[in-house]
């Protein structure tokens, strides 16, 4: 996985898939991100979780866990998990071209 | 599978919350919120002082052991002193809040809108003669060991 081709564009990511080079990303890349995390179609909500994860690790150079997005994107938590059923902090981080999230709470 | 050699990945845990103190259920409410944020499939099962947690009554009021808990480092008569496991239980919750860990009662709210299950133990209820209004309305249910066992099926089991 560390190469991959992702919408015509060779990006780096990790063993798990997550992006070693945020600047890499473009969103051009998220629908097929998506459709290879289950995801067959990014609404509105699933875009306005993407964009705060990409501001939150532009200022702090990391991203948030499930509960910094709960209390700030303005998206619930059950919404959350409905939106990115195989957790949202990590789903949506590998979507939005960030490194995982790390985090306990 | 691709790399043979990787072992499968946890997809689903059972996990016994048995105790009633501030650090007896912490560590598994933890371990609930973090299966959930993988996206593994979590129960909770509050059984015994557990059930602590989940009781609308009790659940905002849940103390640190000060007795019996060497970890404190500090002598087991200065812990059994009036007021000094409430006072030991404020300092800990504040250093917790400073760290954005929530409350036990949000805490569990927030780990059932996860989508994880919670259920408390039917021998515990019958002995401390308590019945589902007492406990908070995120408890699905009130089951057997048995029921446990079931809901658990193809996953790992968590006694904390």
Sequence with gaps: MPNATVAGITVDRNDEGFFTDPNQWTEAMAPELARSEGIDELTDDHWRVLKFMRSEYAQKGTGPTVRVLGKTSGVSIKELYQLFPKGPAKTAAKIAGIPKPRGCI | ?160
């Excluded at chain 2, 030991?88 to 929530?102: A, C, F, G, R, S």
């Excluded at chain 2, 408890?139 to 968590?158: C, L, N, P, S, W």
């Design chain 2, 1 to 160: 599978m691709s790399d043979s050699t990787k072992p499968d990945p946890i997809t689903k845990v059972s996990i016994i919350i048995s105790k009633g103190s501030l650090e007896g259920i912490y560590p598994g409410l933890i371990m609930a919120n973090g299966a959930r944020a993988e996206g593994i499939e979590a129960n909770l099962f509050f059984t015994f002082f557990g059930l602590d947690a989940i009781h609308k009554a009790r659940h905002d009021h849940i103390k640190l052991a000060t007795v019996g808990n060497p970890g404190l480092h500090m002598p087991t008569m200065a812990g059994g002193l009036p007021g000094v496991s409430t006072m030991m239980t404020h300092y800990m919750n504040h250093k917790m809040e400073q760290l954005d860990i929530p409350s036990i009662p949000e805490f569990v709210e927030m780990i059932a809108d996860t989508g994880a299950g919670m259920y408390a133990c039917k021998a515990s209820v019958d002995l401390f003669g308590l019945e589902k209004n007492d406990f908070i309305d995120q408890v699905q249910d009130i089951i057997t060991v048995g029921e446990f066992y079931e809901r658990a099926a193809g996953g790992h089991i968590i006694f904390t």
